[in-house]
C-alpha cells in the first residue's frame, strides 16, 4: 500500500511568487491534514479535511493560504504571494475516518519550501 | 490551549547507552499522546501511543507510559543504536478531537 506523498520534495521561490504543494493520501483515508513546521519552531496545525470539506482551518495563518481537496481525494496547499515567514518544512497527513477519534495520521514526507 | 513540551536536543548518547526523552503536556480532559520519529530524509513515523492513564506504548524497543498525574509521556530505550539517530516528536490529540499539537523536538544522535 502507498503511504502519503507530497510534491514537490524542495520548492525555492522568490518573495511575492506563487507556490502550490500537492498531497495525495493514502487510497481509501478520509481524512487529510496539513502541518508546516517553520524553521526552528514546533510543528503546526494548519487545516483538516473531512472528503472535501474542511473540518478545521483555524490554524491557516491568514488569507495567503487556501487550501483545496478536489473530490475529497487529493489536496493542494497554494500560498499566494509567498513570504519570507512561509518558509518551511510542510507536511501532510491523513486517516482512515470513521467513528474513532483517537485514529492514527500518517504523514507525508513533506515539502521543504524556501522564499527568498 | 494545549501545549506539549519536550526536552531540547540535541542529545547525543553512545552506543547501547540507557535513552530518556522527557516529555510533558497541558491539556483539558484526557488526550492521546504520541511519539513520532522522523529519520534523515524521511518523513514523520508513528513510533508508538497511548491513549488513556497508566497505559504503556512500546515499539521497536522503545517505551513511554502515559502519566496523567505528571502529565508526562517520557520515552526510554534500554540500548541504543546508531540507527536510532533521528529526530523525535512528542504529540498530542484532544479528546474528541483529531489534530495534533506537537512539541518542539528532540535530536538523538548515538554513536558507535
Known amino acids: 500500500e502507498a503511504g502519503v506523498t507530497q510534491f514537490p520534495s524542495h520548492s525555492v521561490i522568490e518573495k511575492g511568487q506563487t507556490v502550490t504543494l500537492r498531497c495525495d493520501p493514502i487510497s481509501g483515508h478520509d481524512n487529510l491534514y496539513w502541518y508546516r513546521r517553520v524553521m526552528g519552531k514546533e510543528i503546526k496545525f494548519l487545516l483538516h479535511?473531512?472528503?472535501?470539506?474542511?473540518?478545521?482551518e483555524s490554524g491557516m495563518p491568514n488569507n495567503r493560504f487556501l487550501a483545496e481537496r478536489t473530490g475529497g481525494t487529493y489536496s493542494t496547499l497554494k500560498v499566494q504571494p509567498a513570504e519570507l515567514e512561509d518558509s518551511g518544512v510542510y507536511f501532510c497527513?491523513?486517516?482512515?475516518?470513521?467513528?474513532?477519534?483517537?485514529?492514527?495520521?500518517?504523514f507525508g514526507p513533506g515539502t521543504r519550501l524556501l522564499v527568498l | 490551549g494545549d501545549s506539549v513540551t519536550q526536552m531540547e536536543g540535541p542529545v547525543t548518547l553512545s552506543e547501547e547507552a540507557f535513552l530518556t526523552i522527557n516529555c510533558t503536556y497541558t491539556a483539558t480532559g484526557y488526550p492521546s499522546l504520541f511519539w513520532y520519529v522522523q529519520y534523515p530524509g524521511e518523513g514523520l513515523q508513528l513510533l508508538l501511543k497511548a491513549t488513556k492513564a497508566d497505559d504503556k506504548g512500546s515499539n521497536k524497543g522503545f517505551e513511554a507510559t502515559y502519566r496523567k498525574e505528571t502529565t508526562s509521556f517520557h520515552l526510554e530505550k534500554g540500548s541504543v543504536q546508531v540507527s536510532d539517530s533521528a529526530v523525535y516528536f512528542c504529540a498530542l490529540s484532544p479528546w474528541g478531537g483529531n489534530m495534533l499539537t506537537f512539541g518542539g523536538g528532540t535530536r538523538l544522535m548515538v554513536k558507535p
Open positions: 497527513a491523513s486517516s482512515p475516518g470513521g467513528t474513532s477519534r483517537r485514529e492514527t495520521q500518517y
Open positions: 479535511f473531512v472528503k472535501e470539506s474542511k473540518q478545521d
